[in-house]
């Protein structure tokens, strides 16, 4: 168990790293003027800016911190459904305490513009969807 513990612990960080060094690219050395998919947003709302107040983001993202370590302490996440959850709320949620907006920067045609963080929490809940959809069915094709 504190071998698993440790790997998440590590792999968060560097996840945490990843995205904090993308973002000091993108917005401090002004990389966006090179890179025609780099669009720097300071987004100070929720997805695909809609507005909520910053003290219900807190709360949400402190809960959705809990929740995730207790569903890895109960063994329900992985190591890398862990990693990748808690790597892109925790961020988020650092920028939102430290600058009150979330800084986005990656741009795709018509598609809302995100960040790192947000694929990673993206990333962490398909892989949980798609497990839970094939256990489903795996459960559906054992009943009589």
């Known amino acids: 168990m504190k071998k698993r513990r440790w790997i998440a612990i590590l792999f968060t960080l560097l996840l945490i790293w990843i995205d904090q ?3 000091y690219l993108f917005y401090n050395q002004e990389i966006w003027n090179q ?8 987004n100070d709302g929720i997805s695909r800016w809609m507005s909520m107040p910053m003290t219900v983001i807190l709360c949400v993202s402190v ?13 329900y996440l992985t190591v890398l459904d862990f990693t990748l959850l808690m790597a892109g709320t925790i961020w988020n949620l650092i920028d939102r ?7 986005d920067f990656l741009s795709f045609g018509s598609f809302p513009v995100f960040n790192i963080a947000d694929s990673f ?9 798609i497990r839970e959809i094939f256990h489903l069915q795996k459960r559906e094709k054992n009943l009589p």
């Not at 890179?35 to 947003?41: S, W």
């Not at 305490?97 to 800084?103: A, N």
């Not at 929490?121 to 969807?129: K, M, N, P």
């Open 21 to 23: 060094f993308t973002k």
């Open 35 to 42: 890179l025609f998919f780099l669009q720097p947003l300071l």
């Open 63 to 75: 809960i959705c911190v809990w929740l995730f370590i207790y569903l890895f302490h109960k063994k």
């Open 97 to 103: 305490i430290r600058l009150w907006w979330v800084r």
């Open 121 to 129: 929490l993206t990333c962490g809940v398909a892989r949980i969807c």
